[in-house]
């Protein structure tokens, strides 16, 4: 199964201000993704310190890994990119000769 790198951003105009609210919308943020951790979909997850975004390591079809992403709209944003593991570069390197 193929490997997806996303990046994603929580969309700023919709973080509230109010630190009571800020806490449930993380708080259902860190819950889906569980959810999606226990369906073995994503298999890393975080986020970088400061900021209002991170990354995840997800594994599926494109089908389950746009299915996946959509759930986040309008909230999250997603630059997704197919992982390459060391094995397929070296294939690649392997046709260069």
Do not use: C, H
Not at 54 to 74: D, F, Q
Request: hydrophobic residues 40%; aromatic residues 10%; glycine residues 8%.
């Amino acid at each position: 199964m193929a490997r997806y790198l996303s990046l994603w951003e929580v969309d700023p105009s919709r973080v509230p201000i109010s630190p009571q609210e800020k806490a449930a919308g993380w708080s259902l943020l860190t819950n889906m993704v569980k959810e999606d951790m226990k369906k073995g979909i994503i298999k890393d997850w975080g986020a970088f310190v400061g900021e209002i975004n991170g990354y995840s390591v997800a594994e599926g079809t494109e089908v389950e890994i746009g299915e996946m992403n959509v759930r986040y709209a309008p909230f999250v944003r997603f630059k997704v990119y197919a992982i390459s593991p060391l094995r397929d570069v070296e294939k690649v390197i392997k046709s260069l000769s």
